[in-house]
């Protein structure tokens, strides 16, 4: 096995599930009336003298086509997009990856650059109509997103897929609290293509080698050493709108980096940007094809002007889960369209946590306090977006086996390892889509500590199918002043201030308001809500062991806010 063959199989790894192709065939390769692919390989120097490998793939001779461009730290082979002959497609492997020379920068300012210097480059090529396009998937679409504060030349229309729009908040340490296992991944997965090509790098040019290697590992240490969201990881997110691109955006409500495309949506809307939540690192849903036809649909009209109506469809598609993940990639979803996120009409209902593990829309007269201890607790329960994305790459076979792994019953034994608060069962259907709220009154032994909170759909048969999950560390209280969102002056999606830690007092009670990614879900008739307030997940291991402590009920005790979709009534379902 040849180091191209293995850098396949390692992005095809990193894919599986998406429904996405990581070495496309084009369209008509088994038809021999159709021209064969020509691949060109083509080395491109920066301005500052690094050479990036890029390679053009073209079906039939090459000529002057729209051309779409993907920048890829996955190395040779990892496109992620399949395009008909009417395009071609260049794919440019970023600085310090694959076999391009210089530093990787963590996706940051030299990256960025890069991108309008290709994409300047490219369209004065001879494969070049003019027409551009950018397509990214993860790591792909995040230097993208990074790069819009940049105006990006000759681009007509972008597809974006499960991309960051903030790196520190949506992925690697999102409520300030690290997210190990899959900022270990991402490296993981840059590196190894860069160590299999670096054979190739070798034979042309040995002394980039160092600075390919110095990069990977700088940036590493890059996250480890930036806990606080600083200047460092301003240049590794959203900068503003420079442009008037329409982008497509696909995710899922299950992926890693959920949150991201939601709040990217939220700052493209006004340039024609689309929403459609069918699959992204989580899986493609059963019934769907994981938004292809959409992408297809949305290159032919914004770059050949086919009069296809993709821009007249609803703005926002949500695929909402029937109870759990697995239901939902078995097809069991119920589609909303709408014309704007969050859905215009949610409403956001507030529930009290109280004594008796109950969770309901009247707080209990009785105001107490309830303690536990942050214990690390299990992912496959705990941490569904990472479990997700480790699930759709073949960890299903454990929870497959053992499916009582991916529930939430067993993750919080009550007043010891976490506290759970439970609805009664719902007399009819409620469908939930939106970010949430926990707004906690709490004490810690331990400044640093995190919190962990897991909401769960409860099925008739007691098994807890846990949805989505909040996090956020103790030294981090306070809110950006007029960043969060709010619905009747109650804050139901939480912005975080995690450039200043502010250090908890031992046994001191403050406000901690944790954000909840956005959950996508019908809660049928009969199922009941749970919220379980635990210790960091095994995959977030730095974060401190402690005797938590909140109060419960009361004026002043901890309220969970849940998004209800227009026709829902949650409150009306729990009389």
């Known amino acids: 096995m040849g180091p191209r063959t293995l850098t396949r199989l390692l992005v095809a790894l990193s894919l599986a599930g998406t429904g996405l192709a990581a070495s496309p065939r084009p369209a008509g390769a088994d038809d021999p009336a159709t021209p064969a692919p020509v691949v060109v390989d083509q080395r491109f120097t920066a301005s500052d003298g690094v050479e990036l490998q890029t390679t053009l793939t073209s079906v039939g001779p090459v000529t002057a086509k729209p051309t779409v ?48 210097e290709v994409l300047q480059w490219a369209c004065a090529q001879p494969f070049s109509d003019g027409d551009l396009a950018l397509n990214g998937f993860s790591a792909s679409a995040i230097v993208l997103y990074n790069s819009w504060h940049q105006q990006l030349p000759c681009v007509k229309a972008a597809i974006l897929r499960s991309g960051t729009h903030e790196l520190y908040r949506d992925l690697l340490v999102p409520g300030g609290v690290l997210n190990l296992v899959p900022g270990a991944g991402v490296i993981g997965m840059i590196g190894a293509p860069a160590l299999l090509q670096g054979i190739d790098r070798l034979r042309r040019d040995p002394a980039t080698s160092l600075g390919v290697v110095g990069g990977l590992f700088a940036s590493g240490l890059g996250v480890l050493a930036h806990p606080r969201l600083d200047s460092w990881w301003t240049e590794r997110g959203w900068r503003g709108d420079a442009n008037d691109i329409p982008v497509l955006m696909l995710n899922g409500f299950y992926d890693v980096e959920s949150r991201g495309v939601f709040q990217a949506f939220q700052a493209l809307r006004d340039d024609g940007a689309h929403l459609v939540m069918e699959g992204g690192h989580d899986g493609t849903p059963a019934g769907t094809d994981g938004g292809a036809g959409e992408a297809r649909a949305w290159l032919d009209h914004y770059l050949r002007g086919e009069d296809n109506g993709i821009e007249s469809r609803p703005a926002v598609r949500l695929l909402l889960a029937h109870g759990d993940r697995a239901a939902y990639l078995d097809g069991q979803y119920t589609v909303r369209d709408a014309t704007d996120w969050p859905v215009p009409g949610t409403t956001w209902t507030e529930l009290a946590l109280g004594a008796g593990k109950r969770l309901t829309t009247e707080p209990s007269v009785t105001a107490r306090k309830e303690s536990y201890l942050t214990l690390p607790t299990l992912p496959t329960m705990s941490d569904v977006p990472t479990w997700s994305l480790l699930e759709a790459g073949g960890a299903k076979a454990l929870t497959g086996t053992l499916p009582f792994l991916g529930h939430s019953n067993a993750v919080a034994v009550d007043h010891l390892t976490g506290l759970t608060y439970t609805t009664d069962a719902l007399a009819d259907d409620v469908a939930l889509a939106g970010p949430l709220a926990l707004d906690l009154p709490l004490a810690t032994t331990t400044p640093g500590s995190g919190i962990w909170a897991i909401l769960s759909d409860v099925a008739p048969d007691g098994s807890a199918h846990p949805l989505t999950v909040g996090r956020l560390s103790t030294d981090y209280p306070n809110l950006v002043p007029g960043r969060s969102l709010s619905d009747g002056g109650a804050v139901v999606q939480p912005y975080g201030d995690y450039g200043t830690v502010d250090r908890a007092t031992m046994g001191r009670f403050r406000r901690y308001q944790v954000e909840l990614w956005p959950v996508g879900n019908v809660f049928r008739a009969g199922h009941r809500l749970r919220i379980q307030i635990v210790g960091t997940s095994l995959f977030s291991p730095l974060s401190l062991p402690a005797l938590h402590t909140l109060r419960v009920g009361g004026s002043e005790g901890a309220r969970l806010r849940v998004p209800v979709l227009p026709g829902s009534d949650l409150a009306a379902a729990l009389d």
Not at 72 to 95: A, M, W
Request: proline residues 6%; negative net charge; glycine residues 10%.
């Open 69 to 116: 461009v993907e920048f890829s730290p996955y190395g040779d082979n990892s496109r992620t997009l399949e395009v008909t002959p009417d395009y071609n497609f260049l794919l440019v492997q970023i600085r310090g990856t694959g076999d391009s020379d210089g530093s990787f920068d963590a996706l940051g300012p030299k990256s960025q650059r890069d991108v309008v």
